[in-house]
């Protein structure tokens, strides 16, 4: 059974810093991996989507990367902002019949002015 | 191009009620997938709609149901409710396998 931890749970940093977000995975066969932001009471929005076959994707200040052997990928997130502010969810889909996501309890972090 | 949407926004019951959520998906997607989301947790898939029907479900109890229709929006119907099925309900869709795009969510809170 395939089981998403994220670490650490809640984070806080001073605005500029870069940080990284962890994700592991227990299942190394997945179909892809994808890192969503979570505002509160809100829905996801998504961030970056990694494909089983690729290493690492950028957006802007993102950049995700996978390692599917060891069952980790990792968000770093340069020159912080308090608009970051939120949590970070992780999700791999393994897929198959359906493309079904399986969730980490996700990364809440607050960056400080 | 609109995104997902979910109706309604919030949404309070009392213990042993019936509630129903809709969804409506992103224009071209086919596939409607919900999940639930307690407070401090990661969503939880609950189940899948393809071509109307029930393509995959996660360790939910029967109270929770589904439909879609022909024009592809869903609804999830809650039974019986119980205080622990208060959570954020969330609606995705995509392009059969492809992509999940998630909707707002409606809030329920079961008194």
């Known amino acids: 059974k395939q089981e998403v931890t994220q670490i650490p749970a809640a984070l806080s940093v001073p605005e500029g810093e870069n940080l990284v977000l962890n994700c592991s995975f227990t299942d190394s066969a997945i179909y892809n991996l994808q890192w969503f932001r979570q505002d509160p009471g809100k829905g996801l929005t998504s961030l970056l989507l990694?494909?089983?076959?690729?290493r690492e994707q950028t957006s802007g200040r993102l950049n995700a990367s996978l390692d599917k052997s060891s069952g980790r990928s990792t968000l770093y997130i340069a020159a912080s902002q308090p608009g970051d502010s939120a949590t970070y969810l992780c999700?791999?889909?393994?897929?198959?019949?359906?493309?079904?996501?399986?969730f980490g309890t996700g990364t809440l972090l607050a960056v400080q002015p | 191009d609109a995104g997902v949407t979910q109706s309604p926004t919030h949404l309070i019951k009392t213990r042993g009620q019936q509630v129903t959520l809709r969804c409506s998906p992103k224009s071209g997607h086919d596939t409607v997938s919900w999940y639930q989301q307690a407070l401090g947790q990661g969503p939880q898939f609950i189940f899948q709609?393809?071509?109307?029907?029930?393509?995959q479900r996660g360790n939910f109890p029967d109270r929770f149901s589904g439909h879609q229709f022909p024009n592809y929006s869903s609804e999830l119907n809650v039974n019986a409710l119980l205080l622990g099925d208060s959570a954020l309900y969330l609606c995705a869709s995509s392009r059969s396998t492809n992509e999940q795009f998630f909707g707002p969510g409606t809030r329920l809170t079961v008194l």
């Open positions: 999700a791999v889909s393994g897929g198959g019949a359906t493309n079904k996501l399986i």
């Open positions: 990694i494909q089983s076959s690729q």
């Open positions: 709609y393809y071509e109307e029907e029930e393509r």
